[in-house]
């Protein structure tokens, strides 16, 4: 079965970097959407980034394009987000997301059939 596991997580000061991995099994990362979704305390979940299974392009965010860098590990069946230059909005969790069935990408939280149990992010000023 599909699962998705998340690590990298942790406590950063503003400004400071992390990068956060993601294993896949069950599925192929070539060819299949996968991304990620943030969730600051209180508030709803968003899209971060995404790798469309079109054409293996990324999307971003416009609060973090510039900042972040989805890539993909076909070889270890990894998916990576580095954050740069984190910000006091980026605390919270982030789920890796994946679909099998999905044509590119979507920054709609209801289109992903598969979530990680995320990963904590805490930025300290």
């Known amino acids: 079965q599909v699962q998705l596991v998340e690590s990298g997580g942790g406590l950063v000061q503003a400004g400071g970097s992390l990068k956060l991995s993601c294993v896949a099994s069950?599925?192929?990362?070539?060819?299949?959407?996968v991304g990620w979704f943030h969730q600051a305390p209180g508030k709803t979940r968003d899209g971060v980034s995404f790798?469309?299974?079109?054409?293996?392009?990324?999307v971003y965010a416009t609060a973090v394009e510039g900042r972040f860098t989805i890539s993909r590990d076909l070889a270890t069946s990894t998916v990576y987000l580095e954050m740069n230059n984190l910000q006091p909005e980026d605390p919270g969790v982030y789920y890796c997301?994946?679909?099998?069935?999905?044509?590119?990408?979507?920054?709609?939280?209801?289109?992903?059939?598969?979530w990680g149990q995320g990963t904590q992010v805490t930025v300290s000023s």
């Open positions: 069950g599925f192929d990362l070539d060819g299949n959407a």
């Open positions: 790798i469309s299974s079109a054409d293996g392009s990324a």
């Open positions: 997301v994946a679909d099998l069935e999905m044509l590119g990408y979507s920054f709609y939280r209801g289109a992903w059939t598969y």
